[in-house]
């Protein structure tokens, strides 16, 4: 039998929970109002799925495959101003009008010099599927609008062709959207979803994600 939690460890989990309060913006209005009102039931749903995890493991779904493999993508360090809805050049032949209408044209953080890794969906799914797949922490899987439009400039060869989408994850206002790039013949159109758009896209396509990597980039 597992030992039990001990009274040193009780306080730092609670005040772990505390510090990354953030995190439980990704929930619903509906399922923050539960939590509120039947708090006893979801810390019990809580603690359950705690010690579920390893059997949760083992099931896990795979959805996505590396494709860069040991490639090494880099982004340049960045001030983070280019944005998307601006960026004609890269993308001239057509920029999604949502960009605008949900205020999806303010400069970003700057960010330093980054890796990132390239995946190919293996299985179906939607965007929280994909995406939670990689990384519970969404944060970890944000890209900024100017390191995506440098993406597409500087490795081009690793978008999906033919006009299937290449994902990319962004944060704007404390709300995520998975922003998609397609290569058509005529160059990149660029469109954006809310993180909640709930399609289903086949895994047939062989459509990517591009995130950065989830370890140190190496110097």
């Not at 460890?9 to 510090?19: G, N």
Request: glycine share 4%; net charge neutral; with cysteine.
């Amino acid at each position: 039998m597992a030992n039990l939690l001990t009274k040193q460890q009780l306080p730092v989990l609670v005040a772990r929970l505390v510090e990354f309060q953030e995190k439980f913006n990704i929930l619903s209005s509906e399922d923050g109002q539960f939590v509120i009102q039947n708090t006893t039931e979801a810390i019990e749903l809580f603690i359950e799925a705690i010690k579920n995890r390893k059997r949760a493991e083992a099931k896990k779904v795979f959805f996505l495959k590396l494709f860069s493999g040991s490639e090494e993508l880099k982004l340049k360090a960045s001030d983070g101003k280019a944005i998307i809805y601006n960026a004609n050049k890269t993308f001239k032949s057509y920029i999604d009008s949502d960009f605008i209408k949900w205020e999806l044209n303010s400069p970003g953080k700057a960010t330093e010099a980054t890796s990132v890794d390239v995946y190919e969906m293996i299985k179906d799914g939607n965007f929280s599927q994909l995406f939670l797949s990689l990384n519970a922490d969404l944060d970890k899987l944000v890209m900024t609008q100017a390191q995506i439009i440098e993406f597409c400039e500087a490795h081009p060869d690793w978008l999906r062709q033919e006009g299937y989408a290449t994902f990319f994850l962004i944060k704007e206002n404390e709300e995520y959207f998975v922003v998609h790039v397609r290569v058509y013949p005529d160059g990149p159109h660029v469109y954006v979803r809310r993180f909640e758009y709930d399609r289903v896209w086949r895994a047939g396509y062989v459509r990517r994600l591009v995130v950065p990597q989830l370890k140190p980039l190496a110097t």
